[in-house]
């Protein structure tokens, strides 16, 4: 039996409006949706040429939770986004070309040719960098959190995690620390159906991941995650009861992964019957028929967003392949903040 609440879909621009929205912040969001699924699939062809060091990881289905969430977020807030989150570093302003050269491992990506090609993040814009182990994310954004706390700042964190790694512990601490703290912090649950080839049913027993929210002390909210105004929505609610001192948000945005758990599976696993339902809901073809119907978007828009993104991440693609390797000597530069990075706040 379900316990989190089940959030309605999105339905008419009267209610955008309510939630903080005009005409020009919708056409933005498509925008960085598109951008968000065009920076990937050239990851993918980047990859098949041989240009990538390592495996690669891509969050296609995803775009709409990621920049939903990441639109409702304030620019003095942090966020740790994951793999699956690209739509999250797009929003929140990160430059395309500068995602293509941490892909190849090149000096002008993030970290500066440092780390995998997917474990980046741009500080400077509120961005902690990710690791392997996924949950370990969650005490970092809860950490933050009482840090704002403890400086009475009016800031939030974001933390991000898969069904998947609800089940390790870190995630329970960062839960309940943060509910009985009552820390401005918002859980987002990427819920992609698959913990690589372990289907939800065996990966836990509630109906829902949010459903255990209750059992920390804070509310639970199932989102259609492939419903990017339904995400937005309810993403500012949590960020600005956060904010307000109202305490902790689980949201569970419900997707699927649209492709394999990276580049080399196949997803066998997976039933064809049910990835041809759930392309059914592309998430960007979803808000793009929204746009149409409710918003008139009309044919010269639409060409002028697709024809300008294509543009940008050609001349993006070309920019980074022109940016160098790294020199070895550099090797240890950045690792470590510099007493001077750890006083100055990263929206200033």
Known sequence: MAIAREAEPVGSLSEVREAGLDRVDLFDIYRNMLITRGVEERGHILYRQGKIPGSFYTGRGNEAAAVGVAT??????????????????????????????????RA?????????????????????????????????????????????ERRVAVGWFGEGASARGDTHESMTFAGTRKLPVVFICDNNQWAYSTPTHLEYATEHV????????FEGVVIDGTDVLAVYREAKRAVEKARSGGGPTLLECLTLRMEGHAVHDDAFYVPKVMFERWAENDPIERYRTWLRENAEMTDEEEDEISTGV???????????????????????????????????????
């Open 210 to 217: 949010a459903d255990r929210a209750q059992a920390y002390g």
């Open 108 to 152: 002008d990506g993030p970290t500066h040719g440092r780390d995998g090609n997917v474990h980046m993040a741009d500080i400077h814009l509120g961005l902690i960098a990710m690791v392997s182990h996924l949950p370990a994310m969650l005490p970092v954004a809860v950490g933050c959190a009482l840090a704002f706390r403890i400086r009475e």
């Open 310 to 348: 294509k543009k940008l991440l050609h001349d993006a693609l070309t920019r980074a392949e022109e940016s160098p390797m790294p020199e070895t000597s550099t090797l240890l530069e950045g690792v470590y903040a510099t007493p001077e990075e750890l006083d100055t706040p990263h929206h200033m």
């Open 72 to 105: 409702a977020m304030e620019s003095q807030d942090v966020g740790t986004p994951l793999h699956r989150d690209m739509g999250v570093h797009i929003t929140r302003g990160v430059e395309p070309w500068k995602i293509f050269a941490q892909y190849m491992g």
